[in-house]
């Protein structure tokens, strides 16, 4: 089991555990789309996530663009930037996370990676 550890101040130091559901309530996936264990991983503590979650599925690649577009903002995350081409690059944040989705495929076999980390405040 992958463990480190995370320090919210100086002197508290919160260990890492992978999670034991690779999946995230607030953090959308496509109906027909599944997870793919063997390549996902996820840590996280009381104060931090930071993840990796692969899925696989089939779908029109707008309309899985547009299912982010559309759910994303009901679970409180704002669309930082969308890159469209070969693969597709959608980023997110709430008020303390970075969610990046990538799409990479097309119509018959589309890969998602879903990377939740904490988002950096200077």
């Known amino acids: 089991m992958p463990e480190g550890s995370y320090s919210d101040s100086a002197d508290e ?11 995230y309530d607030d953090v959308p996936v496509p109906y027909n789309f599944y997870l793919i264990p063997s390549k996902s ?15 696989k599925g089939r ?5 899985v663009i547009n299912f982010y577009k559309n759910n994303m903002p009901t679970y409180g995350w704002e669309l ?3 890159i469209e081409g070969d693969q597709t690059v959608m ?7 970075i969610c990046t ?16 980390s904490p988002e950096d405040k200077k």
């Open 80 to 82: 930082i930037n969308l």
């Open 59 to 63: 779908a029109d690649r707008i309309l």
């Open 13 to 23: 130091q919160v260990p890492y555990a992978v999670a034991r559901q690779l999946r």
């Open 101 to 116: 989705i990538l799409m990479i495929g097309d119509t018959s076999d589309i890969t998602l990676t879903i990377s939740l």
């Open 41 to 55: 991983l996820s840590v996280e503590n009381k104060s931090i996530r930071i993840s990796s979650l692969h899925y």
């Open 91 to 97: 980023n997110y944040s709430n008020s303390s996370e």
